[in-house]
């Protein structure tokens, strides 16, 4: 997979997860496409997601910026925040306004998702798109 920089702030961006264009390919006359082809991308450093349909350029990415940062927890929904930074994405946490905590933790494709953190006896829930 190349190696991409923020087109907002040119930090590199970290990959987080494929999908495929799906209805959009098929309201593009591509056909209802069931292969992978678009890769999604994080920046951390000005908190904003994006996406590479196949080969194109890198594009907002509004599913990204739901998955990670948005608060998991039942009932909340509210935007989350970086609260640990890290040049190690694994070691990043993010928190919302009510508490909820979450960190970002590898997945086995190779890619980024948010995890919730044990907070008590609660766990805030994780997402992985």
Not at 10 to 26: E, Q
Not at 95 to 116: K, S, V, W, Y
């Amino acid at each position: 997979m190349s190696t991409f920089t923020c087109p907002d702030c040119d930090d590199p961006v970290h990959f987080t997860f494929m999908d495929t264009a799906g209805l959009g390919g098929w309201k593009r006359g591509d056909g209802f496409n069931t292969i992978p082809d678009t890769s999604h991308f994080i920046c951390f450093a000005c908190t904003k997601c994006w996406k590479q349909r196949q080969d194109g350029p890198l594009t907002p990415d509004m599913i990204g910026d739901i998955t990670f940062f948005t608060c998991k927890h039942n009932d909340c929904g509210a935007a989350l925040t970086i609260t640990r930074e890290s040049a190690v994405p694994a070691e990043i946490e993010l928190t919302c306004g009510n508490g909820h905590a979450f960190r970002i933790q590898p997945t086995d494709e190779g890619g980024l998702m948010l995890e919730g953190v044990r907070l008590g006896s609660d766990i805030s829930g994780s997402s992985q798109h």
